[in-house]
Every structure is written in C-alpha cells, then in structure tokens.
C-alpha cells in the first residue's frame, strides 16, 4: 500500500480591519487647543471640504515672532501625533515666517504676519 504524500497545511490569512481616520472634528479640536496652549493668535477654522478634495479643514493662525511661529506648529504636530494622528509633512520651519502642518484632512497654516 503506498504512503500518502504529506503536505504543509494551508497558511491562514486573517484579514484585520483597517484601522479608522481620526475623525476631522477631533482633529480640529486638537490642533486648535495646541494653538491656544502656546497663544497663537487669530485661530481660524475654515470648512473647505466644498472646493477641494485634498482636504477637509484649514486651519490658519499667526504668532508673534519666528520663534513662536516654529513652536505654534511644533506643538500641533507633537500633539496630534499623540492622540494617534499621521502628520504628512511640514514646511517652512527652517525659516519660521511660515510653517505648514499636513495632518491629511486638516492643513494648519501658522504664519508671522
């Protein structure tokens, strides 16, 4: 009688879900409270969700001095990371007269008018 051949089993393949955005508020709301924690001025929330698709809110505000320009957005990034968000990129903080946060849904504009 011959042997039967053994074969590896079938590797199983889980699919895992695919892990949820931040929603867009909560995004908002902790870009601004870090705005506000190192007293950017003139916080504006803008919906531009109806003239682009690249993203959903802006967010534009102004610091006294390069310095706290750099800090204003640092502290954006830092604190959106932390509550598990993905910062795209940044620009401008070498120089500090304007700095871009891309978190995605949400582009912070901080700028030194």
Not at 26 to 45: Q, R, S
Not at 75 to 86: F, H, I, P, R, S
Request: negative net charge.
């Amino acid at each position: 009688m011959p042997r039967a051949k053994k074969t590896a089993p079938e590797p199983i393949i889980a699919t895992l879900p695919a892990e949820a955005e931040m929603p867009v508020e909560t995004m908002v709301a902790i870009a601004v409270a870090a705005l506000e924690d190192i007293k950017g001025k003139d916080i504006t929330v803008i919906d531009v969700s109806p003239l682009t698709s690249l993203f959903d809110r802006m967010i534009i505000a102004s610091g006294d001095s390069t310095r706290q320009v750099k800090s204003l957005a640092d502290n954006v990034q830092v604190k959106l990371k932390e509550a598990g968000a993905d910062i795209i990129g940044s620009e401008g903080a070498e120089v500090g007269e304007w700095v871009l946060v891309d978190a995605g849904s949400v582009v912070v504009h901080v700028m030194h008018p």
